[in-house]
């Protein structure tokens, strides 16, 4: 049986809390965070933890107090580099890696993440997941020029002088991009796609 | 055995050693692939920042096609860590949450495609190695040992991780890959880090940040003393090989440590031509450590017994 927090009639009348809004926007089931007993095990065993602005377990209990704007405004999940090690380890089966996913989306659709110390990561992602809208497969010198010209204008000019020259040098980076064949294909069910979440969130509601 | 390939958008040039050393090892291990017809990007981990029903409909349109050319019992393999999360993952939830497969479903019909949950099943090319073919069935084909090359075997995170896909070796501690390197004669050393993160896609968000994360896993590497790493990823084989040098520079350290496909090993292993297995496309390069793989396997030395003055500590009474 599993156990929440919240009883269902309560909820059906009660505003809907951010800690409410979270757990319904993170995909693949109930993601337990209302299960979360603060012990801490996810921030120690975060790879990038000690950089993070708070460590999961902080995020966790802000979320609970309904500090939105803080927690959307935080480096902590641009800096989750999705390695899955605290959810193995959290005694409570929090899905804490589908959760920071969830904030990482919700921040970029309410444009918080332009106030966190890690700005340029969404930029990233949008850049990477364009490429793969336009032709069916990621392309790597255009994401690494488009994105550091836009972010690191100095730093570009560096970088593809050494890594992007090492690269090509190497046969590892391809000049053009691929192309799948079906790309209409993939443009209509990305676009219906796009268009159930609108839907879905119009009926979630709840910030953005 | 037949499999169903997803290669996945790194192994067509990024990581093409990895490719076309899959390709050399397919036949001696008697495995056949397939290739998804017009596959699509999985999305990585960038995806799912953006839209979660585009994730999940991006990854489905690979499962959709790949369900339509795979018979009943036949497995997907997919060579790439994040891929293989992807695949896997997606799949497990669609199979777990009706209404999100419904609503997949509904974007994939804009295309012609339907995806039934559960029909794919997607493993990752090592799990296939070892499961499918065995350690015995590798050991039988190695034609030149790799004796006395040190190598690190490096899982990274995504094979591993995370822990409801039923992943098939220990998520902190996995060992398939040390048996497997040691069925091709290595000198497999200990690696304390060997199921942690190599960054990712951190390198292009906080240079500093990824530079710290692969400094700790190639100085445990080195402090163990590795030859070579092998890995299974083609992320974690950019990061660990083309930023050694900004590691070494930032940190002030002389890592020259190879990164190397355990399927590059392993084809070298079973006497196949470098050139045939990708070599020569590493930043680092991989040659002279290969130098030190000898003919004879290497006297193990005993484990060495405390000294009587030493405190009193348990030991293992000697066989002989």
Known sequence: MTITAFPTEAVARAPRTFMQEVIEDTPGGNPRLEMCIQCGTCGGSCPSGPDMDYSPRRIFAMIEAGMREEVLRANTFWYCVSCYLCMVRCPQEVRITDIMYTLKRKAIREGYYRDSSASDAPDFSETFVDAVMKYGRSFELGLATRYHLRHHPLDAIKLAAGMGLNMLRRGRMDLTPRRINNLDQLHAIMDKAKEISQAERAQIGGGA | ?320
């Open chain 2, 1 to 320: 055995m037949k499999y169903t390939y997803y290669p996945g958008c790194s192994l067509e040039k990024n990581a093409s050693a990895y490719h076309d050393s899959t390709m050399a090892v397919a036949a001696p291990l008697g495995m056949t692939f397939q290739e998804v017809e017009d596959w699509n990007c999985c999305g990585a981990v960038e995806m799912m920042a953006i839209d979660k029903m585009q994730a999940y409909a991006l990854i489905s349109r690979n499962l959709a096609l790949a369900a339509a050319q795979t018979p009943p019992g036949q497995r997907m393999v997919a060579p790439c860590s994040a891929c293989f999360l992807n695949l896997s993952k997606c799949d497990a939830h669609l199979t777990k949450d009706p209404s999100l497969a419904a609503k997949v479903n509904q974007a994939l019909a804009a295309g012609g495609l339907h995806y039934t949950p559960g029909r794919v099943q997607t493993r990752h090319l090592l799990e296939a190695v070892v499961k499918d073919v065995g350690y015995a069935a590798v050991k039988a084909q190695v034609k030149r040992p790799l004796y006395g090359l040190k190598v690190a075997p490096y899982y990274g995170c995504l094979i591993v991780r995370p822990g409801f896909l039923e992943k098939f070796d220990d998520h902190e501690y996995p060992t398939s890959l040390d048996v497997l390197m040691r069925a091709l004669g290595a000198d497999v050393v200990d690696f304390p880090m060997k199921a942690h993160c190599c960054g990712g896609h951190m390198t292009q968000i906080s240079e500093e940040v990824a530079l710290g994360l692969i400094y700790r896993l190639l100085k445990n590497a080195a402090d163990y003393g590795a030859d070579v790493i092998a890995t299974i990823c083609p992320m974690c084989q950019l990061n660990l090989d083309a930023y050694q040098e900004n590691v070494n520079k930032y940190f002030g350290t002389n890592f020259r440590i190879p990164i190397l496909y355990f399927t590059q090993l392993m084809g070298l292993a079973f006497g196949m031509e470098p050139t045939r297995l990708g070599f020569g496309k590493e930043f680092i390069d991989a040659a002279p450590a290969l130098n030190k793989i000898g003919v004879e396997p290497p006297e193990r030395s005993k484990p060495e017994r405390p000294s009587k003055d030493a405190l009193p500590m348990p030991v293992m009474p000697e066989k002989e």
